[in-house]
């Protein structure tokens, strides 16, 4: 599986001025991955962290962070596979548009409030999208915008609500901070143990001292198990 044989599929979303996930799955399970980002400047990324990651005996998945961006900018990521570090595929590229940065406008900043605060539940996560998966698992990206959200919790099919902190769950929480949107927050949940082409509901909302608010789902296919 060398000199360009490798297939990669590649997904990416942008979380934030500052941030952005992306995800691939490949046909090996390689031994080195090597991640390079340029903006159309041929700015280097300062930071990337792979926050998710299996191998398998046919096949290499994961999704790694990019942090230290910049507001506005389109960045190239390209990944190169290899089984050894002189034995690499064909780079495979997709791009990422990383957010503008909100408090410049004008009109949002006179949508907050000026007077005496009252607190309330979270409002719904403004968007959930899928950003990667197996057969087995599914992790899905979310952002709550302008709120005092300090648990998140997640559910399988609208059933029960979870923290995703015991491992009997069987999910986990990341969340990601941005000094540049101190009232957002923004992660992932990753949701295992699931069945093989299977479809499921995934559920997310956030929770603060007053209560629980309202959620907000999407609907994934977990993919079919390759026969060793």
Not at 138 to 167: G, H, K, M, Y
């Amino acid at each position: 599986m060398i000199n360009g044989v490798f297939r990669i599929r590649m997904w990416r979303v942008s979380l934030s001025p500052t941030k952005a996930l992306v995800s691939w799955r490949s046909n090996v399970a390689q031994r080195v991955l090597q991640g390079v980002c340029f903006s159309p400047g041929q700015e280097a990324v300062p930071s990337v962290s792979v926050v998710l990651g299996e191998d398998h005996f046919d096949r290499s998945e994961k999704t790694a962070l990019l942090s230290e961006l910049r507001p506005s900018k389109n960045y190239t990521i390209v990944i190169l596979g290899c089984l050894m570090e002189v034995s690499c595929g064909i780079p495979t590229e997709t791009w990422v548009v990383t957010q503008p940065h909100r408090d410049s406008n004008p009109e949002i900043k006179s949508l907050r409030p000026t007077g005496e605060h009252v607190a309330s539940v979270p409002d719904a996560p403004s968007v959930i999208t899928l950003v990667g998966g197996s057969s087995t698992t599914a992790a899905v990206t979310w952002t709550f915008r302008d709120t005092e959200t300090v648990d998140i919790q997640a559910s399988l099919d609208n059933s029960t609500w979870l923290n995703c902190t015991d491992p009997s769950d069987n999910c986990r929480m990341s969340s990601f901070y941005d000094d540049w949107l101190p009232y957002d927050r923004t992660g992932m949940t990753v949701f295992t143990h699931l069945m093989a082409g299977h479809k499921y509901s995934l559920w997310v909302r956030g929770c603060n001292h007053v209560g629980c608010g309202a959620a907000r789902s999407l609907e994934v296919q977990t993919g079919m198990k390759v026969a060793a």
